[in-house]
């Protein structure tokens, strides 16, 4: 995991 990937799960899950 990386930060590019933290950022996208984190749009991907707002919510989180």
């Known amino acids: ?3 590019v990937v933290a950022l ?3 749009f991907a ?3 989180v």
């Open 1 to 3: 995991y990386g930060p």
């Open 8 to 10: 996208a799960l984190s």
């Open 13 to 15: 899950n707002p919510f």
